[in-house]
C-alpha cells in the first residue's frame, strides 16, 4: 500500500467518524452550542494544549467525575476519548482520556494533538453543514 493510499484511508476514515460525530451532536436539545465547542475547541488545544483542552472539556461536561447525559462538552469529550483511544498510541480506559494525557510519552502527546486537531477540522465542517445557527440566535 503506498503512502497516499494509507493517507487517503485515514483521511476518509476521520472525516466518515466526524460526520457521525457532528450528526450525533445535531440531535442533542443544546446542539448550537456542541457547534459552537467544536468550533472553540481547536483554539483550546493550540493555546493550552490538548491535555488541559481535553481536561477543561472534562470539567464541563461531567459533575463529581460522572459525565452529565446529553451535555455538548461531554458529547465532544467522549467523541475525542473514543477517536483518540483508537486511532493513537494514548493508553486510556473509556471516559479516561485526560488521565491518559498527563501519562503519556512525549512523542504520543504531540502525534495525539495532531490527530485531534485533524478530527476537529472534520468535525467543524460537518457540524457547519448540519447544525444551524449559533447559540446567541
Do not use: H
Not at 11 to 24: D, F, P, S, T
Amino acid at each position: 500500500m503506498s503512502n497516499g493510499t494509507k493517507r487517503t484511508g485515514l483521511e476518509q476514515g476521520r472525516a466518515a467518524y466526524a460526520y457521525q460525530c457532528a450528526e450525533r451532536g445535531s440531535e442533542i436539545d443544546k446542539k448550537k452550542e456542541y457547534k459552537s465547542y467544536v468550533k472553540k475547541m481547536p483554539m483550546l488545544i493550540k493555546t493550552n494544549g490538548l491535555g488541559a483542552a481535553v481536561a477543561f472539556a472534562f470539567a464541563k461536561g461531567s459533575k463529581d467525575g460522572k459525565p452529565k447525559s446529553k451535555d455538548p462538552w461531554e458529547l465532544l469529550y467522549t467523541q475525542l476519548d473514543e477517536w483518540l483511544r483508537t486511532r493513537t498510541k494514548i493508553n486510556a480506559t473509556q471516559n479516561q482520556l485526560a488521565k491518559a494525557l498527563t501519562e503519556c510519552l512525549s512523542a504520543d502527546y504531540r502525534a495525539a494533538t495532531i490527530e485531534a486537531l485533524a478530527l476537529l477540522n472534520w468535525m467543524k465542517r460537518f457540524a457547519d453543514a448540519l447544525i444551524e445557527g449559533d447559540p446567541q440566535e
